[in-house]
């Protein structure tokens, strides 16, 4: 069980369990590969199947390794200590980063859907509103951004975290758990939701629709942003392609996702189309973003969260006009 109080001591145990063995520690200035974070998800999936950033990187003489994660939280542990180079994540696992000291900057941004992410329970379940989650065992992954569904779906219905059982669960674990009855909700994000959603036995008690915004961010390690932006600036440039093109071409999409992540096409078509979702809206981070991340921020400090109050400005990338 965890309460709002506790700090980052478990994150950091439970990230280093979780970063794969082979990772290098950080390197000098010059880059001959570029090492990516990612979750089987988004634009970052497509870009790896297709081979986009590898052709691109190429006339730098520059290769792409990938390491897969189930979540944002021990992503951003690796990037932060120089393990990994780039990744993507929701709104939460930077803050932790962050308070942490982690070596990372955002340098991107996209948005999702706000029904993309939901608090699940069973369809027989006698939990009917938000406020019947009180003293309930509710899962989700600390420092994830359904952590921040969790903590503002929860104050919508006049309760905080700690008026419930809250498990740190990472997704495929939360969701072996919401199968067998031994938590009664489950706070999640696509593509678990969508899978767990299209099980009859499953009931959505509340979208992060009216609850939250749904930025997500991509991130870099600051030495390896220093020493290469240009790297930053054509990753950044090719994604918003590759998503573009995803966008246009959504049944080809569909298509390509589902034989990546395995989840069904039907079931990933759901993930593609829910309202404002749109693949092609990578950019640099905006003001907008900035603004929705450090209110966060200070929610999470103020909320004893995060241990230390933050300043996501100090860590927001823009790159040189050329």
Partial sequence: MISRRQTLSLLGATAAALVLPSFRPARAATATTFRIGWQKNGVLALANRKGSLEKRL??????????????????????????????????????FAQAANGNLLYVGQYKG??????????????????????GKKVAFKRGSSAHNVTVKALRKGGL????????????????????????????????????????????????????????SYFLANGDFTKD???????????LAKVGADAQAHLDDTVAALAAITGVPADVTRVTLTRPDFNLGGVSTISDDAIAYQQGLADEFYGSGIVPKKLAVADIVWRPKAS
Avoid: C, H, M
């Fill in 228 to 238: 290469n932006p240009q790297v930053i600036v054509d990753v950044i440039d090719e």
């Fill in 160 to 215: 905080t975290v700690d008026d419930i059982q809250a498990l740190d669960l990472a997704p495929p674990d939360a969701s072996a758990a919401f199968k067998t009855g031994a938590i009664d909700a489950w706070s999640i994000w696509d593509p678990y939701l969508a899978i767990a959603e299209a099980d009859p036995d499953t009931r959505i008690l509340a979208t992060a629709r009216g609850i939250v915004d749904s930025f």
């Fill in 113 to 134: 859907s706000p029904e993309g992410s939901a608090i699940l329970v069973r369809k027989d379940s006698p939990i009917e509103t938000l406020s019947d989650l009180k």
């Fill in 58 to 95: 190429s006339d730098r003489g520059i290769s792409v390794e990938w390491s897969e994660f189930t979540s944002g939280p021990p992503l951003l542990e690796a990037l932060g200590a120089g393990a990994l180079d780039f990744g993507a994540t929701g709104d939460v696992p930077p803050l």
